[in-house]
């Protein structure tokens, strides 16, 4: 719960740094804080405490959650920290990643339909407005338009499944809710079947599922790239937590009903976003696609639902939210002023920068799945919740999809490594990028070394 | 004590990586000191096992040691541990002891070569896989150092990779190899199979249960020998052994005379139990290996080249170690190995000091009188010669007798042939050694000019080889001759379930030992004498013109076709096979295959982004629509 207060506190902090000018030691105090946050919620291990009468609970699965977007959040600090002292009121955008950090633990913590739906619109709101914040930039703006129209017409979706949910068992709080559909002697009524796969739309949007998909390609292509980045890693991996926890704990003894509608949506990810993915020439609308297939392996976790699901999750997201931070680092370095860069610019980086090209390739690897990166136990781990509820199908579908993934990513190392470079000038980089291309390195290299540190969490 | 087993693969390991990373920033000094350096920690490291062992106290005759739990899967778990018991310390000893000296000797054999480093690091990696083989406690482990050795034959018998003759060379060896290890590793998934794991301690007290002659077993030790076919270079598969005397003279030294190609030895020896319960395939092993050894030993009559007579003499000598392994006498079949090890190794190292003086020749017709150029050479290589023929009390004449013993005690034939064999070798090793070192010297005159004698890195292992050629008998004198058999007492808890099996051996009575004893030393006076005065008295040399030989001659000095005959009957038609399935299963069906699921996959990626407009109305609309049928659906799904 500290968590929560240091975020919202740290919000307030930059807004004020503004008017009381220590915009200086602002970015510093932000790194404190965001390690803070983590180490409090490690400190909560084992606790499970509830605040705010039963409103959130801070389970471990909460904890592990939340100091997980707390790391990331830091290493994205670090990556993003040059783009908003060169584009924009620095002090107004920490405040809105931060109050968004805050609805991102929300999202991962809740124990009452009230919370998600209050941690869904804090995250989503900051971000509407991230995505614009390229002001005199018309993809930017675009951007933002397109995802706050298609944003609240989801929130919509959401809000509407929440009240007939509501309507049927007279309750937002998970647990009553849970114990009122358990023991509903009644069947399953067509009113609750319509609340669930309403609050399933709703989500499935906020990961970018298919065919809730539309607004992600557009949206990640037009934002500047630190703020793709952080929706395609906090934000997912938030908004997968808030999925998981709603469906395995609160609908979980009904699950008959909806995991067909799960598996299709799964399966439709997976194939559509892997094969738009192959004809992509933009990288960033390629990370796109990809960050959307992403989402489609995690839901085979949903669909093939069993007691080792929940480790699966925080592996995979770690694993994913290392490898993609380190991609977008990268591709953010390498685009420079004009903000997307097309396959052709990473032609010979090798030459122009070999450290920058070595983390892209072990980002891309981790994300194709080689082992011995973190990637390929993720999806290993992955497949097998799906071998053991016995889903056989999906993982052959998983695993072909994953190979339509090899190539893709493995058209950037190629030209990376084998094409010639347009300039020979180097690409400029700054300490900090360096240092937080080398922290992902490193998680994705002991990840993959060392996948029980992670995978007996929880 | 265990705790030091770790250490001793560690150590050329270790050499081998330091060499590799540190390549060019090492000068060769530097080089020769670690890799050198890394074979004399391992060599003292398991001296103090083998002494530890020797003295061991009766019932503890092993020590395990547990680097990790390696494969843990299902029902299948390995650990990566060693176990160091008799066996594996005695070839612990040869390879760490022989290698030493080996690499020594390397280091001024190989001093110019431009390939230096390599040449340490591949020396280093061959010890660390061999240690491996020998000290591995499960099957899996003996074969990750059975294909690692392998490996690193390849890579040393291509040392010189610029000639591409040594190239095929390397191939050959590998390939061949390769037929034997499949052989290999059908015989240790049956032992999986049958016996539900792989580690030697469970197979064989499982395999206590099994009754003589059991098929299964049978088959197991059939596959098993296929391998050691393969590895130690029996027929049929034996032909790449005298192919990779390619390699620099210090590997065919250590990788095809004193270790490596013994590996096939040491696995029946270690695979024992099974063995004794399979008569059938100990009556193969012996059969195999006398008509090897024959074979080779008239082949290496008529060769030339002073590497292939020795490539051939040791094929011929390890067939004899399979004999003695086929008459259930594991003991005297490892005894032969050690002394072979011994000789072998000196008479390697000494042909490569006279290829060393005569600027790089190796055919025998332009040598002779090197006696006055090259003494130390000459002492060290007699020796070897002496070794190898049997001539008491050199070390070779106690293995060979003992071999030669168990045989008659078996079956007369059986004796009759290997004898043949074993004179045959006197006769060429004598030939080869009359024919290089007495007489006159017949090289040009420019290379008469800069022979000279070996530097004393070379020169000192090949007289500590020669004084362990002299004495190396000692360890196995046998009871008739007053002795008490150490190695025989040494190794006997090895072979302590076969014996219970196999039950008592016959044994022969001390007079009719002495008897063959005697018959078989004079009768290899006899075969020197003739080769003296063939070689030495008549001065006469071989004819360098194949057309004036005799039928007979002539099918021995082209080694009986059969890299011939194996090109006709294999290699061709295989080459045939591969290019019908190059132009038909692969460019026709795969290629297709592929390039269309490629194809598809691109066709469908360019029509699935055309969905994604960029339309916002669009966007809302095929939600909404996924919704309705999504909503729907309930009544289908």
């Known amino acids: 719960m500290n968590a929560v207060y240091i975020l919202s506190g740290l919000g307030i902090f930059s807004l004020l740094a503004e008017i009381f000018s220590f915009r200086k030691i602002l970015f510093p105090i932000v790194l404190l804080g965001l390690l803070a946050?983590?180490?409090?919620?490690?400190?909560?291990?084992?606790?499970?405490?509830?605040?705010?009468?039963?409103?959130?609970?801070?389970?471990?699965?909460?904890?592990?959650?939340?100091?997980?977007?707390?790391?990331?959040?830091?290493?994205?600090?670090?990556?993003?920290?040059?783009?908003?002292?060169?584009?924009?009121?620095?002090?107004?955008?920490?405040?809105?990643?931060?109050?968004?950090?805050?609805?991102?633990?929300?999202?991962?913590?809740?124990?009452?339909?009230?919370?998600?739906?209050?941690?869904?619109?804090?995250?989503?709101?900051?971000?509407?407005?991230?995505?614009?914040?390229?002001?005199?930039?018309?993809?930017?703006?675009?951007?933002?338009?397109?995802?706050?129209?298609?944003?609240?017409?989801?929130?919509?979706?959401?809000?509407?499944?929440?009240?007939?949910?509501?309507?049927?068992?007279?309750?937002?709080?998970?647990g009553k809710i849970n114990q009122v559909i358990t023991a509903g002697s009644t069947e399953f009524s067509a009113l609750l079947y319509a609340g669930v796969l309403l609050m399933m739309v709703g989500l499935a949007f906020k990961i970018s599922a298919v065919p809730f998909h539309f607004w992600a390609p557009d949206v990640y292509e037009g934002s500047p790239t630190v703020v793709t980045a952080f929706m395609s890693t906090i934000v997912k991996i938030a908004a997968f937590a808030g999925f998981f926890r709603l469906f395995a704990t609160c609908f979980a003894s009904v699950s008959g009903e909806w995991v067909n509608v799960v598996q299709v949506i799964a399966v439709l990810t997976l194939v559509v976003s892997n094969i738009t993915a192959v004809y992509q020439n933009s990288v960033k609308r390629m990370l796109a696609f990809s960050s959307i297939a992403h989402a489609g392996y995690l839901l085979i976790t949903l669909v093939a639902l069993n007691e080792i699901s929940a480790s699966a999750i925080l592996y995979y997201v770690l694993a994913y939210a290392a490898a993609s931070l380190a991609a977008f680092a990268v591709l953010h370095n390498v685009a420079f002023e004009n903000e997307n860069a097309s396959a052709e610019s990473f032609n010979g980086l090798s030459k122009r920068n070999p450290f920058h090209a070595f983390a892209m390739t072990v980002a891309l690897l981790s994300l194709a799945g080689i082992p011995p990166l973190a990637g390929f136990f993720a999806k290993y781990y992955i497949f097998t919740v799906a071998f053991e509820s016995g889903y056989v199908g999906i993982v052959l579908l998983a695993v072909v999809t994953s190979l339509i993934g090899i190539y893709y990513y493995f058209r950037i190392i190629i030209a990376m490594y084998l094409k010639a470079p347009e300039t020979t000038t180097p690409v400029a980089v700054t300490t900090m990028h360096n240092v937080m291309l080398v922290i992902c390195l490193l998680s994705t290299i002991i990840l993959g070394l060392f996948p029980d540190m992670i995978i007996k969490l929880i | 004590m265990s705790d030091l087993i770790g250490f001793i693969p560690l150590a050329p390991l270790l050499g081998f990586l330091f060499i590799g990373f540190l390549n060019k920033s090492l000068t060769k000094g530097w080089v020769s000191f670690f890799a050198c350096g890394a074979v004399f920690v391992a060599f003292i490291l398991?001296?103090?096992?083998?002494?530890?062992?020797?003295?061991?106290?009766?019932?503890?005759?092993?020590?395990?040691?547990?680097?990790?739990?390696?494969?843990?899967?299902?029902?299948?778990?390995?650990?990566?541990?060693?176990?160091?018991?008799?066996?594996?310390?005695?070839?612990?000893?040869?390879?760490?002891?022989?290698?030493?000296?080996?690499?020594?000797?390397?280091?001024?054999?190989?001093?110019?070569?431009?390939?230096?480093?390599?040449?340490?690091?591949?020396?280093?990696?061959?010890?660390?896989?061999?240690?491996?083989?020998?000290?591995?406690?499960?099957?899996?482990?003996?074969?990750?150092?059975?294909?690692?050795?392998?490996?690193?034959?390849?890579?040393?018998?291509?040392?010189?990779?610029?000639?591409?003759?040594?190239?095929?060379?390397?191939?050959?060896?590998?390939?061949?190899?390769?037929?034997?290890?499949?052989?290999?590793?059908?015989?240790?998934?049956?032992?999986?199979?049958?016996?539900?794991?792989?580690?030697?301690?469970?197979v064989f007290s499982k395999a206590g249960e099994f009754p003589v002659?059991?098929?299964?077993?049978?088959?197991?030790?059939?596959?098993?020998?296929?391998?050691?076919?393969?590895?130690?270079?029996?027929?049929?598969?034996?032909?790449?052994?005298?192919?990779?005397?390619?390699?620099?003279?210090?590997?065919?030294?250590?990788?095809?005379?004193?270790?490596?190609?013994?590996?096939?030895?040491?696995?029946?020896?270690r695979n024992n139990v099974l063995y004794t319960l399979s008569p059938f395939t100990l009556e193969i092993v012996t059969v195999i290996g006398l008509a090897t050894a024959l074979f080779a030993a008239t082949i290496a009559i008529a060769q030339n080249d002073i590497k292939k007579v020795l490539a051939y003499s040791t094929v011929s000598q390890l067939g004899l170690m399979f004999v003695a392994l086929g008459l259930g006498a594991f003991t005297t079949g490892i005894f032969h190995m050690a002394t072979h090890a011994f000789f072998k190794a000196l008479l390697f190292l000494g042909a490569g000091s006279v290829i060393h003086g005569m600027s790089d020749e190796q055919d025998i017709r332009k040598m002779g009188g090197l006696r006055k150029y090259l003494p130390i050479t000459f002492i060290t290589f007699l020796v070897g010669t002496l070794a190898i023929a049997g001539i008491p009390p050199f070390a070779g004449f106690f293995s060979k007798d003992e071999i030669l013993a168990n045989a008659f005690a078996h079956s007369k034939v059986v004796y009759a042939v290997g004898a043949i064999a074993s004179l045959l070798t006197s006769f060429y090793m004598f030939r080869l050694f009359f024919l290089t070192f007495s007489g006159e010297n017949r090289a040009s005159e420019e290379v008469k000019h800069h022979i000279h004698e070996s530097p004393k890195s070379m020169t000192i292992p090949l007289m500590v080889l020669a004084v362990l050629s002299l004495i190396g008998g000692f360890m196995g004198v046998p009871e008739v001759l007053g002795g008490s058999h150490a190695l025989n007492n040494f190794l006997s808890p090895v072979f302590a379930q076969s014996a219970q099996i196999a039950g008592e051996h016959h044994h022969l009575d001390h007079s009719t030992e002495l008897i063959l004893m005697g018959l078989i030393v004079g009768l290899t006076l006899v075969m020197i004498f003739i080769a003296y005065s063939i070689y030495v008295r008549r001065k006469s040399v071989p004819t360098s013109n194949e057309a004036s030989l005799g039928a007979a001659h002539r099918l021995v000095y082209n080694k009986y076709y059969v890299d011939e005959a194996y090109n006709t009957v294999v290699v061709k038609p295989l080459y045939f096979l591969s290019k019908v399935f190059d132009s038909v299963v692969e460019k026709l069906l795969i290629d297709n295959i592929v390039n269309g699921t490629g194809k598809a996959i691109t066709w469908g990626s360019k029509t699935l982004r055309l969905v994604q407009t960029g339309n916002t109305g669009f966007y809302i609309l095929a939600m909404v629509i996924s919704i309705i049928v999504l909503l729907v659906s309930r009544s289908f799904l």
């Open chain 1, 37 to 174: 946050t983590a180490g409090l919620l490690v400190m909560d291990w084992n606790t499970g405490t509830s605040h705010f009468s039963n409103m959130l609970t801070f389970d471990n699965y909460a904890i592990a959650f939340s100091a997980g977007i707390a790391v990331i959040a830091f290493l994205w600090f670090l990556m993003s920290r040059d783009y908003f002292e060169n584009n924009t009121h620095v002090t107004d955008h920490f405040a809105l990643v931060l109050f968004s950090l805050v609805g991102a633990v929300f999202m991962v913590s809740y124990s009452n339909l009230a919370m998600l739906f209050l941690g869904i619109e804090i995250l989503s709101i900051s971000l509407y407005i991230m995505a614009g914040s390229k002001m005199t930039d018309l993809f930017s703006n675009e951007a933002s338009f397109k995802y706050f129209l298609m944003g609240s017409f989801a929130t919509g979706f959401l809000l509407f499944g929440i009240a007939l949910v509501y309507g049927v068992t007279g309750s937002f709080d998970l």
């Open chain 2, 46 to 202: 398991s001296s103090v096992l083998f002494f530890n062992l020797l003295n061991a106290p009766e019932g503890q005759a092993a020590f395990t040691y547990t680097a990790f739990d390696w494969i843990t899967t299902g029902n299948f778990s390995v650990s990566f541990s060693f176990l160091v018991d008799p066996l594996s310390a005695t070839m612990m000893m040869i390879i760490t002891g022989v290698g030493f000296l080996i690499h020594v000797y390397s280091v001024g054999y190989m001093y110019h070569d431009d390939g230096f480093r390599r040449f340490f690091m591949y020396l280093n990696l061959f010890i660390f896989f061999m240690l491996l083989l020998v000290m591995g406690s499960n099957y899996l482990l003996m074969f990750v150092g059975w294909e690692g050795v392998g490996l690193c034959s390849y890579l040393l018998i291509g040392f010189w990779f610029k000639n591409q003759d040594y190239n095929d060379a390397a191939k050959k060896a590998f390939i061949m190899n390769r037929i034997g290890d499949l052989g290999l590793i059908l015989g240790v998934i049956l032992i999986f199979v049958t016996f539900g794991s792989i580690n030697y301690a469970d």
């Open chain 2, 213 to 269: 002659g059991s098929e299964i077993i049978t088959w197991i030790t059939i596959l098993l020998f296929v391998g050691a076919i393969g590895k130690s270079a029996q027929i049929p598969l034996y032909t790449w052994l005298p192919d990779a005397m390619a390699g620099p003279t210090p590997v065919s030294a250590l990788i095809h005379a004193a270790t490596m190609v013994t590996a096939g030895v040491y696995m029946i020896a």
